[in-house]
Structures are given as structure tokens and as C-alpha cells.
């Protein structure tokens, strides 16, 4: 099983440790494809202060952010899980795992990211700021920037079994399952069941809970309709609607009572 999940808007700083090794992540397919981005990302900002604020799109709040970047060749790197923080990660909970259900996230999960690609959660990585919406000036829009390494890698680390997709809209366009891989996709809607309506806050705790669950569970279903039955006997509420036509995605509405 494969879960895509997106990163965290906000990031834990930097580990006191050593640097981001670029040769130790996970799939080297993407290595060269990171490298430009990175290059282009640091330059940026040890460029035009203001310049590299616009094109991040930060307020002048987060100007502490460009420094950041301009010193991530050095900067410590630490776990991408101890660095994605927010509401889906809390709710996640990586480091309160058994050892047991760890293992699992570290096999299962893939966190897509504007300057990585994509990265497990036992990656180490420095503390960043460049969302899969920013333009660069001369690699372009970084979403479609990465379709066409994410084409020839991604279907490889999704092997054979189900594709639980998480992903926000800005990151689920830099890769989208095709083929056969998309037939063993499948989406998740969070949903308020008395108004059918999408919350963010709580959709984002519930993905997280959802995916605490299924590792904690340590059942990998094979396919979107054995996840509806697991989720089913793990308590949650689901409604699933099969695609018409095969090679597309499974759409599954989680149906929630209370906003917390």
C-alpha cells in the first residue's frame, strides 16, 4: 500500500545535525529533478530579499522565511516526519506510534513536497518554504515542473497494491495515476454528514486519523474496496462511489458527526 499525503504549510526548524545528504532519499529517480530545484530555490534567496518574497508568495511576516532557504545547503536536517507539523500530522501522530505501526508509516507513506518531489518520512531533510504552487522564475509552475519525473518514478514505488490518495488539489497535479494504477486509487472526501460539506480543519484531522488507524492496524487493504470494508470495521463512516469506466480512481466520502 501506498498513502499520498501532502506537507505541512508549516515546517519544525532545522535539527542541529548534519546536512541534507541529497544521495540518501528516497527514490533516486527524482534525484536530478530535486537538485534543479533546490539550486534554483537557494539562489533565489540569497538573491533579491523582496524578489524572492513575491515569488514564495510570503507576507511580510514570514520574511525570516527566505533566509531559511538561502541556508539550506548547511542547514541540519531531521526526519521529513519530525518536520511536517500541522493539523494532519498532529492528528497522524508519527512519534506515538509502536514501533510496529512506524515501521508501516515509513513503508506506506509518501509526503509530496515543491522542493523534494516526494519523500518518506524517514528522510532526512532541512526545514523548508516552497509549496507546489510557486513559480520559479526559471524552472517554472514546480506542479507541472514535476509530471514528467514524477511519471517515470511514481508508478514503480505504487507496486501492486492500493494507492490511498490524500493529497490537496495543488499537489495531487504533479503526479495523477494513470492506467491500471488508477484503478487501485483511491480519493478521500472528508465530509460534515449533516451538511455535506467540506471543513478544512477537520478534514485534514481526520485523514490523519485515518491513516494512524489503518497503521495501527497493520492491515494493507489490496485494493479500494477492501479499504471501505477495513475502514467500515475501524469505525468510520463511508460512503464509496466505484468509477464507470476502468483505469479511474475509487471516490470515498468519510462521513463525520462532530467538528473537532
Request: aromatic share 6%; hydrophobic share 45%.
Amino acid at each position: 500500500m501506498l498513502v499520498l499525503l501532502p506537507p505541512s504549510e508549516g515546517k519544525a526548524a532545522s535539527g542541529p545535525g548534519a546536512p541534507l545528504k541529497p544521495e540518501s532519499l528516497s527514490l533516486p529517480g527524482l534525484s536530478a529533478a530535486r537538485a534543479a530545484v533546490f539550486d534554483e530555490l537557494v539562489e533565489l534567496c540569497r538573491g533579491d530579499e523582496e524578489k524572492a518574497r513575491e515569488v514564495l508568495g510570503l507576507s511580510e511576516g514570514l520574511r525570516g522565511e527566505v533566509a531559511k532557504n538561502a541556508a539550506l545547503p548547511t542547514a541540519g536536517a531531521r526526519p521529513a516526519g519530525e518536520v511536517y507539523t500541522g493539523v494532519l500530522y498532529d492528528a497522524l501522530g508519527l512519534a506515538s506510534l509502536d514501533e510496529a505501526a512506524r515501521e508501516r508509516a515509513r513503508q506506506w507513506l509518501l509526503v509530496f513536497s515543491g522542493l523534494w518531489g516526494a519523500v518518506r518520512v524517514d528522510d532526512r531533510i532541512p526545514s523548508y518554504r516552497c509549496s507546489m504552487g510557486v513559480k520559479l522564475p526559471g524552472l517554472g509552475a514546480l506542479g507541472a515542473y514535476w509530471r514528467t519525473p514524477m511519471a517515470s518514478v511514481l508508478p514503480e514505488a505504487a507496486g501492486d497494491g492500493l494507492v490511498l490518495d490524500l493529497r490537496s488539489s495543488a499537489y495531487a497535479a504533479a503526479w495523477r495515476p494513470k492506467g491500471e494504477v488508477a484503478g487501485r486509487t483511491a480519493t478521500v472526501r472528508v465530509l460534515h454528514a449533516p451538511t455535506r460539506k467540506v471543513v478544512s480543519h477537520f478534514n485534514k484531522a481526520t485523514k490523519g486519523r485515518i491513516v494512524r488507524s489503518l497503521l495501527e492496524a497493520g492491515t494493507a487493504p489490496a485494493g479500494p474496496a477492501e479499504l471501505v470494508e477495513v475502514l467500515r470495521e475501524l469505525g468510520y463512516e463511508v460512503e464509496a462511489e466505484a468509477p464507470e469506466k476502468a483505469g479511474k480512481a475509487w471516490s470515498l466520502d468519510v462521513l463525520v458527526t462532530e467538528i473537532h
